[in-house]
């Protein structure tokens, strides 16, 4: 199971931890039956340090202004098809607003994408590019179900997920086929004996449900909403679910709404593909000689044939581990979710070409939600549940080497590895809900839809096709025209200046507008 599945594993918080955190999930339990969890009131605490399943490190320390962080447990059912009867806790997270109380809002939601991305973890890690919206709203995020300390979703140990991601993930034999889809199997089957009975219950119209109870909680008469990624298509479900409660929301980074998984993986293919290429452009445009290739075409030359050497004889990597070609191309590509890890990009490769793996390994690490100490969040488990919880295709060997061509087509770096992904649902114990996820929001307040260009796991055309889906009147289309993994967070003035206007005043910008 390449944690490529549609790429929706790496989440913003992956890029904080490259650039720079032991409980495990709440299980469910017993209530009352006549108890009204819309009226349950939170007991919002000093957070504590992030916990294994949610990544680790330290508490998060109060804001520049000494406002600090503060956490509680919303309730929420197990199984909403059962509202009266098991829960399980959500883990959230909150800022107070820092402009008072006759300027506020109310609470902005906040989901940094995944799915498997801890919201508790990622908004402190985030918070200096929100601080203009924190002058009018209650900052909040959230640990989804099925992620972090929200029912963490449970699979393979440290140890076993370490020997996990060092399986050939584009095999080239039989012999390779039967591995990759054995340790595929023994994964799914880790994650149905550690958690079945949670997996029938974190796909996103749950989340969804979720986010409109943690609505009323806080007090909100609508949604104010900020979904990046895979946010987007959870922010998109929610507006189908809730269309009357959406208040004002941005998507940036926008989910193709339309697509099956083997269009996503495709598109992906192509997007990190442009993201490679705009990548080396930039290396050889910069400087005087760029050191992983003399020409655009030269330095993916080089990165191919690094891959190739790497299938045949892998090089020392992180003690004891080493890089291998799956581990290369997973860091590779974690690389290309933000201009800013270019030079990172750039310094593994030369030190890959001369037998040392670590740097580029330390990216894959991101990528995979592993820990400087080893320790894995539970990224990767959440991300498969949540996504075949979603998903109803299941494909089979055959059905990758069938679609192998278009996927090398699209990318000779990342197609096969994109193209193998496909078997991450494969002998999943849930039935898949959907072929895609349904968004269509008649009645739904304006919703902010951003593409950016050069986005390599969300490609550009997604938010069109997202705007396209929610339906006329709903969707306002913007255009970044930049490089990376979403814009809001690019430091772009005109996105900036756009998404605040909205979030802050109401002022809806026009459809169509380019920033540049």
Not at 432 to 438: D, I, M, S, V
Not at 477 to 496: D, F, I
Request: glycine residues 12%; hydrophobic residues 35%; negative net charge.
């Amino acid at each position: 199971m390449p944690m490529s599945l549609r790429l929706r594993a790496v989440t913003l918080t992956a890029v904080a931890v490259v650039l720079s955190w032991s409980a495990a999930g709440c299980g469910s339990e017993a209530r009352g039956k006549d108890e009204d969890l819309t009226k349950q009131e939170l007991d919002w605490k000093d957070c504590p340090a992030p916990s294994a399943s949610e990544g680790g490190g330290p508490a998060p320390s109060p804001l520049p202004n000494g406002t600090p962080w503060q956490c509680a447990t919303m309730k929420a059912p197990l199984d909403w098809d059962d509202p009266k009867g098991d829960t399980i806790g959500i883990a959230l997270i909150r800022a107070r607003s820092s402009g008072g109380r006759d300027r506020r809002i109310g609470s902005l939601v906040l989901n940094f994408g995944g799915p498997g991305g801890s919201g508790v973890k990622a908004l402190p890690a985030f918070a200096d590019d929100f601080a203009t919206l924190r002058t009018r709203y209650d900052l909040v995020s959230f640990d989804p179900r099925g992620v972090g300390r929200s029912a963490g979703v449970e699979c393979e140990d440290d140890d076993e997920l370490d020997k996990f991601f060092q399986k050939d993930q584009t095999p080239d034999d039989a012999s390779e086929r039967k591995e990759l889809v054995d340790s595929t199997k023994t994964f799914n089957t880790a994650c149905e004996d550690h958690s079945g009975k949670t997996l029938p219950h974190v796909g996103t119209p749950d989340a969804a449900r979720d986010l409109d109870l943690m609505r009323k909680v806080l007090g909100d008469d609508k949604l104010h909403y900020f979904g990046i990624s895979y946010g987007t298509e959870l922010g998109g479900v929610y507006a189908h679910l809730f269309p009357g409660n959406v208040g004002r929301a941005v998507f940036d980074a926008v989910v193709d709404p339309t697509q099956t998984p083997e269009q996503s993986s495709l598109g992906q293919a192509k997007g990190f593909q442009l993201a490679l290429d705009n990548y080396a452009e930039d290396c050889v445009s910069k400087t005087e000689e760029c050191p992983v290739g003399d020409s655009a075409q030269d330095v993916e030359n080089r990165i191919r044939a690094l891959l190739d050497d790497l299938d045949r004889k892998p090089i020392p990597g992180v003690f004891p581990r080493d890089l291998t070609e799956s581990a290369a191309t997973t860091g590779i590509a974690q690389a290309l979710y933000s201009q800013d890890l270019w030079p990172y990009l750039t310094e593994g490769l030369q030190q890959a070409y001369d037998g040392d793996g670590r740097l580029l390994m330390l990216l894959a690490d991101s990528m995979n939600g592993r820990s400087e100490n080893g320790e894995y969040s539970n990224l990767a488990a959440a991300n498969v549940a949540i996504s075949c919880a979603d998903d109803e295709e299941r494909y089979t060997t055959k059905d990758v080497e069938a679609k192998q061509g278009a996927f090398r087509a699209a990318s000779p770096v990342f197609g096969d590895w994109l193209a193998w992904s496909l078997l991450t649902c494969t002998d999943w114990a849930v039935a898949g809900a959907a072929g895609h996820p349904e968004v269509s929001a008649p009645g739904s307040a304006p919703i902010l839809v951003i593409g950016n260009t050069g986005d390599p796991a969300t490609p550009y055309e997604g938010a069109r096709k997202m705007v396209g889906a929610l339906g006329a009147g709903v969707g306002v289309e913007l255009t970044y025209q930049g490089q990376g993994h979403g814009a809001y967070g690019s430091g772009n003035g005109c996105v900036k200046a756009a998404v605040d206007g909205y979030l802050l005043t109401g002022k809806v910008p026009k459809s169509g507008t380019v920033c540049a």
